[in-house]
């Protein structure tokens, strides 16, 4: 039952990793687009 619990932590901790990359680069685009302006 263990490997089942992991198998289902393991996704979601890459979908949060996910989510703070496209943060982090939606952040740096509106940040360059400023400095463009």
Known sequence: MN???RK???PT???VSLV???IILL???VVSTT???
Do not use: C, G
């Open 20 to 22: 703070d990359i496209l």
């Open 27 to 29: 952040i740096f685009f």
């Open 35 to 37: 400095f463009k302006k």
């Open 3 to 5: 490997f089942v619990v």
């Open 13 to 15: 901790i890459i979908i």
């Open 8 to 10: 289902r932590r393991a």
